[in-house]
């Protein structure tokens, strides 16, 4: 299974993908998205008109430290007002089924996989197989300690891990566990400190309900880690 992966940057002076985080994508397709906000009274089309080239030409600069590590990039510049809702459509029209969202990193040596339920089970194992592969980190496979889709918790983490084993991960760099918190975001947040990067599902249909609207948006956004969040395979072409 291929990975097509949206990055989307915030023009302009948009901070560039941490050298760490460019190197995991490298064997995938990368979609990088040049978000210019605007304020309300401006319309795109003016915008468009007086920044159109500065956005192309910054946006161009920050696609070749990707390039340079000889990931295969397309760029696109959108002006608008709803982030959100331009992340959604872009993701859409350029069928990624990955996001990555913003955060530090200087290194990739611990992965963390918080796994709900079978839905999307198998492309968010399949991303985590070729973010292993491109980084030589560990994995840690989390899981909230009830059933989910009628299937006990360790059952679900072992048969992830078997994945994993089956694709070539040795099994020392796996580990699992499994929590008893009720809440569930603070569970994986407070987690997360421990590593560097994420690996987020959506649990339901909706690109933006569940990255800016549910359980992977209140994650990202109490979180410093960056986050790939991998959407459902429903939506995606």
Known sequence: MSHRVLVPLELPDADSVPAALAKTITSMEVVLLGHYGLPDQTPPSAARDQFGDEARE??????????????????????GKARDKTIDRVAVEEECDVILTSGDADEITQVLVPLRGKKNFDRILSFTEELLTATGAAVTLFHRGEESDRIPGEEILSDATDRLIQAGVDADRIS?????????????????????????GETEPSLRDQIFGNVPAQVTADTEDPAFVVRNAEEVS
């Open 176 to 200: 699992q566990r499994l929590s008893e918190d009720d809440d569930t975001t603070q569970s994986i947040v407070d987690l997360g400190e421990e590593f560097d990067v994420l690996v987020l």
């Open 58 to 79: 910054e946006l161009a600069e920050l696609a070749q430290s990707l390039e340079d590590v000889e990931a295969s990039v397309t760029t696109r510049v959108v002006f």
